[in-house]
């Protein structure tokens, strides 16, 4: 299986890393170089240095026979954009796109993009961990 | 009209001037702080401070007015296609126009349906095409709603319509001639109009078989 990971930062550096333990053949883009520092000095799969907004380079990183896509560069509109890019144009089954506002990843995920926002995750989180404490207040 | 301008560059802000100017309502979004104390001063409670992508702004503004045209012209492209995005299919807008900064990013605008935009470099692009004196095919004018284009060709010495009548030529299905430009004059022709080389021949057809059209005007039998 094979899998593109658009962003490598603290979030996408460690998918990247889990995915390729896990077997999974992992060709990853970043626009900085230095990126691949995140990935230890023994990576084993792809790295492509570039903006992942630009298609020859989606192109080349393999997004047209990848099984899924991860996409999680530090630019919500970014990633909105490249989501859509892959899953319309180039068909990959699997699409995951990181928004960090709540509002806009609500508004994709109505209109089917595979969503996953972190900052709705740690809102509910945060609100069940005060609520827990209700009752040993009460 | 209502329209809702997102980004206060030369742009927008050129763009909001005009139309306030022209005696319509303009909500301009600027994200900048010095940007947009500048345009304040100027413009007062027609200018917002924000990011034109964030829902809350954008409702702030009067998105869900909804206004009659929303303008997206920030030097991201990827906040113009979200703007547009949001606009038509969060609030029912019905006309986005929105700029293209890089156009090596006009796919993305085309695969996800925001239409019309416009980008200085085919622009200029365009009209350069249009001085050199080749037999090419030149765009001239997308209808992105009706799925329609105009373009100008130019009838080749040994192509395979050259001499005949306009009827008789087999254009591609749907494919109309608009006008025929003869020695610096254009007229409107009929079907009995007999195609010359060397004729500015425009025709209206659908995106994507401008091959087929060359092939009839351009290539040679």
């Excluded at chain 1, 319309?88 to 926002?117: H, Q, T």
């Excluded at chain 2, 909804?66 to 019905?94: F, H, K, M, S, W």
């Excluded at chain 2, 126009?97 to 796919?107: E, G, K, L, S």
């Amino acid at each position: 299986m094979k899998v593109l990971v658009i962003g490598c930062g603290r979030v996408g550096s460690a998918v990247s890393l889990q995915l390729r333990a896990a077997g999974w053949e992992v060709s990853v883009i970043d626009e900085r170089e230095d990126a691949l520092g995140r990935l230890g000095d023994d990576w084993t799969g792809e790295f492509h240095v570039g903006q992942g907004i630009d298609i020859s380079l989606l192109k080349r990183a393999g997004m047209a026979d990848a099984d899924a896509v991860v996409v999680t560069t530090d630019g919500d509109n970014s990633n909105i954009v490249i989501g859509q890019m892959a899953a319309k144009s180039f068909g990959v089954r699997s699409v995951i796109v990181r928004i960090l506002d709540p509002a806009r990843a609500e508004f994709y995920r109505s209109r089917g993009l595979n969503v996953v926002c972190p900052t709705q995750s740690a809102i509910e989180t945060l609100t069940n961990a005060v609520r827990a404490v209700e009752g040993a207040l009460a | 009209m209502y329209l809702l301008i997102a980004g206060g560059g030369k742009v927008g802000s050129n763009l909001a001037r005009a139309l306030i100017r022209d005696g319509h309502e303009v909500t301009l979004i600027e994200q900048r702080p010095g940007r947009f104390d500048q345009l304040e001063a100027e413009l007062e409670h027609q200018v917002h401070r924000g990011d034109a992508t964030e829902i809350f702004v954008l409702e702030r503004a009067g998105i869900k007015r909804p206004p009659d045209v929303v303008v997206a012209v920030t030097g991201d492209d990827e906040d113009n296609i979200v703007i547009c995005q949001l606009a038509r299919d969060g609030y029912g807008v019905e006309t986005t126009i929105a700029r293209v900064n890089d156009p090596r990013n006009q796919p993305y605008f085309d695969l996800l349906g925001i239409s019309p935009t416009v980008s200085a470099t085919a622009s200029i692009m365009g009209l350069i095409e249009h001085e050199v004196p080749e037999h090419g095919l030149i765009h001239l004018l997308e209808l992105g709603k009706e799925n329609l284009e105009i373009v100008e060709i130019m009838v080749d010495r040994e192509a395979a319509c050259a001499g005949k009548a306009i009827r008789e030529v087999e254009l591609p299905e749907g494919a109309r001639v608009i006008s025929v430009g003869r020695n610096g004059k254009a007229e409107a022709p009929d079907a009995s109009m007999q195609l010359e080389p060397g004729d500015s021949v425009l025709v209206i057809l659908e995106p994507g078989k401008e091959d087929e059209l060359r092939k009839i005007l351009v290539r040679q039998p």
